[in-house]
Nanobody
Framework: QVQLVESGGGLVQAGGSLRLSCAASGRTSSVTTMGWFRQAPGKEREFVSRVTWSDGFTVYADSVKGRFTISRDNAKNTMALQMNSLKPEDTAVYYC??????????????????WGQGTQVTVAS
């Protein structure tokens, strides 16, 4: 099993920045991909970004491209999401997720095996 714990959410004004962190523990060697998803009230959970654990290859949703940056630290088993130029529509609960196996279908939350408890991000206009 793998345990994921997010931190770093909060309230920020539009145009501001926040940095989310995710700490992984347990059988982390089984994880090939780590991702961030978000879910706003009344909406489905949506893909934000992901990083391949081995080579650091990154993918972003169009809605955050150029504003968010995902990174990972293999030695510390941590992942981060730097969020700049935040908009009110970025308001959501943000979840850290881990996926085993082949690096495919990584935009689909159903493909992920491990989830954190979520951290609230609120962007005020």
């Amino acid at each position: 099993q793998v345990q994921l714990v997010e931190s770093g959410g909060g309230l920020v004004q539009a145009g501001g920045s926040l940095r989310l962190s995710c700490a992984a523990s347990g059988r982390t060697s089984s994880v090939t991909t780590m991702g961030w998803f978000r879910q706003a009230p009344g909406k489905e959970r949506e893909f934000v970004s992901r990083v391949t654990w081995s080579d650091g290859f990154t993918v972003y949703a169009d809605s955050v491209k150029g504003r968010f940056t995902i990174s990972r630290d293999n030695a510390k088993n941590t992942m981060a999401l730097q969020m700049n130029s935040l908009k009110p529509e970025d308001t959501a609960v943000y979840y850290c997720a881990g996926k085993k196996g082949i690096v495919a279908g990584t935009r689909d939350p159903m493909k992920y095996d491990y989830w954190g408890q979520g951290t609230q991000v609120t962007v005020a206009s």
